[in-house]
């Protein structure tokens, strides 16, 4: 039995391939870059080797791959799909009968195994990634930077040195009019150098500077042999040549692993529930004591716990409960006291106050560590999880999209692709934040934007599938025409094929019946309505519906014209709109009460009674457009 793909499945495959590894490396490219301009200041004038900085990017890279991928999924699914309904190949295979979803399936499959390989990457191998690359930079961090002694200013990248030279010679490397403050064993003892010139080389194995001075002064500060008088003795000393060798290590020295291996960056699932464990362990035992002793303290010489033994001589703690025959008067302790024994008491008291305050406190940091690290355990798990889900969510949002907007290349896809990412970003963003800060649990924050994005992708891959028009203009704007009370705007093409002629003469009758019916509405109401009439009667909801029908099958009959003057005529016809407005209660004793409520009444009314004078106005339009059509059907018929 051999195993074969459909053509199908093939071809899908073959267009989202290149495409998701070209976007993966281009996005992973464009954080990497992210990542240099964020450490630049560590890395430059380091004078790090080649091998070291490829080194440390190849583990960067790694560490960012899963902020690249959820984006290199989404632009790729999105230029895919947007190819496809570009080139009009997503309408070819839905008119074979291959429905979206069905075309979706090899790249859905694909995405399955991308998404498991993407857990098993941020178990296995981000961990491993990340604490190099954080072992690495540390170490790059703590190098030395290269030895590079500017001219006028004081150079003090030297430990325990500072440096002046007031120029140099470029070509042999001589310094001339040197400065030295040596600071080494303290700025107590520190001592100063003079020098008409000087060079400075470094030793073989890069540990020490060795600087040879011509021609200067050396002062020394001897407080170490100074008696207890006020002026401090010094040393001067005059020199022809001298060398001096100063300490520093230009060597890159790197770090041991095992530091940040114990990290939760370096760790796995397995290892970070093993550290929740064991965390929560100490802090539910710490805890327990910390209670205890808070529950044993006594006040006033009397516990809040005593130990009775049981018959068979087992000890219990049972709640201390003492029958005070009076209230204890604590200021009676200062009755008959001076002054000075007072404040003696007061103070005592205060600083036991103190000292209590400050050991709570000590156990509430002590707590608080340990809360902090399961936390930050928790927030690393979880996110061995979130990226392969985030993966599956992002090609749900964007295969649905390119399929709608139908737009290929790197143009709107990208711009889609980036803000949908940003508001990903953010929202991870925040969740992690109010996470780390407690303020959340912890799955909450880490999987809020994975609950706020999922609907969308279940939304545009419903109207994807029904091939809604999420991106219909017209469909928006009546919407906020509705929202805001605005009129719709009617919107009627030339259609290029015909299959009922229009016939003039049911033309004319059928607008003549819409003339007829649109006059017998308007003498239905007054142009101007009363308080009580607008209550008790309102509009004829029944004849505006069936107003609204008739217009609605003249303009069907109608657009069938080949006149483009009847055709745009016809834009100019009012939808007509049901409001609740025009008739707000069906029965009378409802209007009767509403009438007695006087300030929502008259409040209704007078939006209400605007909104029947704008109806008015549609219907007049009507008439109007209606007669100006019998006039150019008119025209075209004597014409013929």
């Excluded at 990542?35 to 490829?54: C, E, N, P, T």
């Excluded at 990208?414 to 940003?422: D, E, G, R, Y």
């Excluded at 091939?467 to 093409?493: C, I, M, P, W």
Aim: glycine share 6%.
């Amino acid at each position: 039995m051999t195993f074969r793909i459909k053509t199908l499945y093939k071809f899908m495959l073959s267009s989202f391939v290149p495409l998701f590894a070209m976007t993966f490396f281009i996005c992973l490219f464009i954080v990497l870059m992210q990542f240099l301009w964020r450490y630049i200041d560590d890395l430059v004038g380091k004078g790090l080797s080649v091998d070291v900085v490829a080194e440390l990017f190849f583990y960067a890279a790694l560490s960012l791959v899963p902020m690249a991928l959820p984006l290199a999924i989404l632009l790729a699914s999105l230029m895919t799909f947007g190819n496809l309904g570009e080139r009009f190949e997503l309408t070819a295979m839905k008119a074979s009968g291959v429905s979206l979803i069905k075309s979706m399936r090899p790249l859905t499959a694909l995405l399955i195994l991308i998404a498991i390989g993407a857990f098993f990457f941020q178990n296995n191998v981000l961990p491993v990634a990340q604490t190099k690359m954080f072992t690495l930079l540390f170490s790059v961090k703590q190098k030395s930077p290269e030895l590079e002694i500017p001219e006028g200013v004081f150079y003090d990248q030297i430990p325990g040195y500072n440096l002046f030279v007031q120029s140099k010679n470029r070509d042999n490397g001589t310094l001339y009019d040197l400065m030295i403050y040596d600071y080494s064993k303290g700025f107590e003892n520190a001592g100063v150098i003079l020098a008409d010139s000087g060079t400075l080389a470094m030793t073989e194995d890069k540990t020490h500077l060795v600087l040879n001075l011509y021609n200067g002064e050396s002062f020394d500060n001897l407080k170490e042999a100074a008696t207890a008088t006020a002026n401090v003795p010094y040393r001067r000393e005059s020199f022809l040549d001298k060398r001096i060798y100063l300490k520093f290590d230009a060597n890159f020295n790197r770090m041991e692993e095992d530091g940040m291996r114990n990290q939760y960056v370096g760790k796995n699932i397995a290892e970070l529930k093993q550290t929740i464990d064991s965390v929560n362990l100490r802090v539910d035992s710490v805890g327990s004591s910390y209670a205890r002793l808070v529950a044993d303290r006594q006040y006033l010489n009397v516990g809040n716990y005593k130990v009775i033994l049981d018959n068979e001589g087992k000890k219990h703690r049972v709640p201390n409960v003492v029958d005070m025959k009076s209230p204890v008067n604590v200021d009676s302790v200062f009755r008959g006291k001076s002054s000075a024994d007072k404040l003696n008491y007061l103070d005592k008291a205060l600083n036991q106050l103190r000292r209590q305050k400050q050991d709570y406190e000590f156990k509430g940091l002590t707590l608080a560590d340990d809360r902090k690290t399961i936390i930050r355990h928790g927030i690393e798990m979880h996110k061995k999880f979130t990226l392969s889900i985030a993966c599956l969510v992002f090609f749900f949002i964007g295969a649905p999209l390119g399929a709608i907007i139908r737009k290929g290349g790197l143009g709107m896809p990208l711009v889609i692709s980036v803000l949908l990412f940003i508001v990903y970003y953010i929202i991870d963003n925040t969740g992690n934040k109010m996470a780390r800060d407690a303020r959340i649990e912890v799955w909450e924050g880490m999987w809020m934007s994975t609950a706020i994005l999922l609907p969308l992708g279940i939304f545009v891959t419903y109207k994807a599938v029904n091939d809604s028009a999420v991106f219909n203009k017209d469909a928006y704007l009546n919407f906020f025409r509705k929202l805001t009370g605005r009129n719709q705007v009617r919107h009627v093409e030339m259609k290029e094929v015909i299959i009922e002629e229009v016939v003039d003469s049911e033309a004319l009758a059928k607008l003549a019946n819409l003339d007829k019916e649109a006059g017998s509405f308007l003498d239905s109401f007054p142009a101007r309505i009363g308080y009580f009439e607008y209550w008790q009667k309102g509009c004829d909801i029944e004849q505006l519906h069936s107003l609204a029908k008739t217009e609605e099958l003249t303009v069907d009959y109608l657009s069938n014209s080949r006149d483009k003057l009847v055709i745009n005529k016809l834009m100019d016809l009012p939808i007509l709109r049901s409001l609740w407005l025009y008739r707000p209660v069906p029965k009378k004793w409802i209007g009767c009460i509403a009438i007695a409520v006087f300030p929502i009444g008259l409040t209704c009314y007078l939006i209400g009674a605007k909104a029947l004078r704008s109806l008015r106005k549609e219907v007049e339009t009507i008439i109007k457009v209606d007669k100006e059509l019998t006039t150019l059907i008119n025209r075209n018929k004597n014409t013929i």
